[in-house]
């Protein structure tokens, strides 16, 4: 072993019998600092909200942490202040956007106060990301999942095959493996999904599933298309 070799493992950071710490991240300890996001305008609070402003998806709060270069631990804390600042809960007005976990991360929305003023900025000013009939087969997936595309014609009554190839191109619905009887492919939802839902889980769904025929009731749909298929 050569002078480097022992330099390596007897060193300052080296543990008790020559054992080396593992190396220190960014977010792990405040003092390994890029630069100090407390002497910014605003501070870390504001550095925060700037980053939040420019994400197109919910980032989680250890990334975040390690762009402020600050402890995991604080930029959840921060988090929580800014989440409760929009919500007017420190004095301030309420904001028309708020601050929400979502699937792996966090975001910033539209308020769902304000659901219908947006709603009709989008419908009036910019064309709709999905038809009438993408979103119906898409909450028919949502809230029975999983299912496959000849239970989800049974309730839409139309075909939808093409409707799930277009939503499954958009990242929105996935194969979720086959039916044991039919061998039908089984489809439901992403976490793309839950991304531009703004929910956390599938259980935050409002309670529309009762309106919807029982999944069970359609046994032997997709076994009476594939005969239809092979004449």
Do not use: C, K
């Not at 890029?34 to 250890?62: C, H, K, Q, S, Y």
């Not at 402020?68 to 004095?91: I, K, Q, S």
């Not at 009762?210 to 239809?228: F, S």
Request: without cysteine; proline residues 6%.
């Amino acid at each position: 072993m050569n002078e480097d070799d022992t330099a390596s493992v007897e060193g300052p950071d080296a543990a008790p019998g020559g054992v080396v710490d593992p190396p220190v991240t960014v977010a792990d300890d405040p003092e390994v600092l890029a630069f100090d996001v407390d002497a910014l305008p605003g501070g870390a609070l504001a550095a925060l909200e700037a980053v939040l402003m420019v994400a197109d998806e919910p980032i989680p709060a250890v990334r975040l942490a390690t762009a402020l270069a600050l402890p995991t631990d604080r930029v959840e804390a921060l988090l929580a202040e800014l989440a409760a600042e929009y919500r007017g809960e420190h004095g301030g007005r309420v904001r028309g956007f708020e601050l929400r976990h979502a699937g792996a991360g966090w975001r910033v929305y539209s308020a769902a106060a304000y659901g219908d003023v947006v709603g009709r900025f989008v419908v009036d000013g910019q064309t709709a990301r999905l038809t009438q009939a993408a979103l119906e087969t898409l909450a028919v997936v949502a809230y029975r999942q999983p299912v496959t595309r000849g239970q989800v014609s049974a309730v839409r009554g139309v075909n939808v095959d093409g409707v799930m190839r277009t939503l499954t191109a958009r990242g929105l619905v996935a194969e979720m493996g086959t039916e044991p009887t039919s061998g039908a492919v089984l489809y439901g939802t992403t976490g793309y999904f839950l991304e531009r839902m703004g929910l956390s889980d599938l259980d935050e769904l409002p309670p529309l599933a009762p309106y919807l025929p029982d999944i069970e009731g359609l046994d032997g749909v997709d076994t009476a298309d594939l005969r239809e298929s092979t004449r």
